[in-house]
């Protein structure tokens, strides 16, 4: 049995927001030893979004949410999905896993349920002064470090056109379940994988399904040759010898060859190259677009009444437009001299978690990768928590280490506001990993 480390008292540490991010980020603290830290987070439960919550105005998955990347490539790394899980696992099934980590890594003493952080400010002695709200909550506590994982989907992203709608409108994040639209038009706005999962749902129950968009998606079968999509592109980047432009050639060669031309299913054509935009894998919808069940539409132009124009002059009616456009990254509890840039752009955070000026806050999970955001949380949650610890260096030229991190992405991503946080999931890892590293070494 392993002899657990010394505890290191004196370091208070603040973790806001216990889905997978935070659970990770606290199993990583307390392994370096340091206990005096406590996790908030707002709801009932650990789990964060992947607890199924009827509420509409609490954002979580819907009623039949199934993760898109294989389980292989979603588990933590030192806790294996159980073995007759699926490729793709149900969000009843993530939620059981994370439940089941959290027991592995005693995390349950640590963490506070229904408390919200209601602002963290930092101090003039450099601690943070945190407000909380809730059931026996103390009001107020003071801590030496603040580690950040509550996420990038809170803020919902509604974009605004001319005229109004008279129908029913709703965000992604406030859709539950296909029910409620029985029998009605229904237009889902978007092309990722949130839109496309609500067209292909809705398409069961409602008497019309159009999706609008507004330019050219890459859309992937989540399955390809046997297996899951995002191994078949782990197998191909494990061989170090293959150029990435090489990869991207093939992967885009064999995804033409496997689906065919975009205008067999209506849609348009990507403008963007393969990873240079984030990829909606689902099988679903293509199928769906090409026996009509969902039907595509382009971009929209304006509302009159319950009437939606669309750029190449169709006007049609519907009862209920659903937006899938993405979230608006925000902090709301945090004051803007802490998050001093545009959200809308990639964040100026080196390895897109340390601060350049606060040397004792972490943004933990704020990034998007082609692959699963917690497995790589938990490296850098390893990494802040090894720093804290003493035994990891902050880097003294991280002012340096931003800008070349800035200037050059994994790929030449697309400049939207979704893109400022995009990744390559596996040359993220080994950023991450060559940081890591760097620990034996100091």
Aim: with cysteine; aromatic share 10%; net charge positive.
């Amino acid at each position: 049995m392993t002899t657990p480390p010394p505890r290191q008292p004196g370091r208070r540490i603040c973790i806001v927001g216990a889905g997978p991010c935070g659970l990770a980020a606290l199993k990583n603290i307390l392994a370096a030893g340091l206990d005096d830290v406590v996790c908030y987070d707002e709801s009932y439960t650990i789990g964060g979004t992947w607890v199924f919550d009827e509420r509409a105005d609490r954002t979580s998955v819907y009623e039949t949410t199934h993760i898109i990347s294989s389980k292989a490539l979603s588990a933590f790394e030192d806790y294996p999905m159980p073995a007759d899980y699926p490729d793709f696992p149900s969000h009843q099934q993530m939620r059981a896993y994370f439940n089941q980590y959290a027991q592995r890594f005693d995390l349950m003493p640590y963490i506070r349920l229904r408390t919200r952080v209601l602002e963290a400010s930092l101090r003039p002695d450099g601690r943070w002064l945190v407000n909380l709200a809730g059931p026996g909550s103390p009001g107020e506590e003071e801590f030496d470090h603040l580690i950040l994982c509550s996420g990038h989907l809170r803020e919902p992203h509604l974009p605004a056109y001319p005229g109004a709608f008279a129908g029913e409108m709703l965000h992604s994040c406030a859709y539950k379940r296909a029910d409620p639209f029985r029998n009605k038009r229904v237009l889902v706005v978007g092309g990722g994988n949130s839109a496309c999962d609500l067209a292909v749902e809705l398409s069961r129950s409602a008497s019309q399904t159009c999706i609008s968009l507004r330019r050219g998606y890459h859309i992937v079968p989540k399955v390809m040759f046997g297996r899951p999509v995002d191994m078949l592109y782990a197998r191909l980047r494990e061989r170090r010898w293959l150029p990435r432009r090489l990869i991207r050639r093939l992967m885009a060669r064999l995804l033409r060859l496997g689906m065919g031309p975009w205008s067999k299913y209506g849609l348009p054509e990507p403008k963007t190259p393969l990873f240079g935009m984030h990829p909606t894998l689902n099988s679903n919808i293509l199928a769906a677009l090409r026996d009509g069940t969902v039907e595509p539409r382009p971009g929209i132009d304006g509302f009159d009444g319950d009437d939606v124009h669309f750029r190449d002059g169709r006007v049609e009616t519907f009862d209920t437009v659903i937006w899938a456009t993405g979230f608006d990254i925000s902090f709301p509890f945090l004051p803007p001299s802490v998050v001093d840039w545009d959200t809308s752009r990639p964040p100026p955070l080196y390895l897109k978690m340390m601060h350049r000026r606060i040397a004792n806050v972490y943004f933990i999970g704020l990034f998007q990768p082609i692959g699963c955001i917690w497995r790589l949380a938990d490296h850098q949650s390893r990494i802040a928590a090894l720093q804290i610890a003493g035994k990891l260096q902050r880097p003294s030229n991280i002012e340096a280490r931003i800008a070349r991190e800035l200037k050059s992405p994994h790929w030449h991503f697309d400049q939207t506001p979704r893109h400022a946080v995009e990744v390559d999931y596996h040359d993220f890892r080994r950023d991450l990993m060559r940081e890591l590293a760097s620990a034996g070494r100091s």
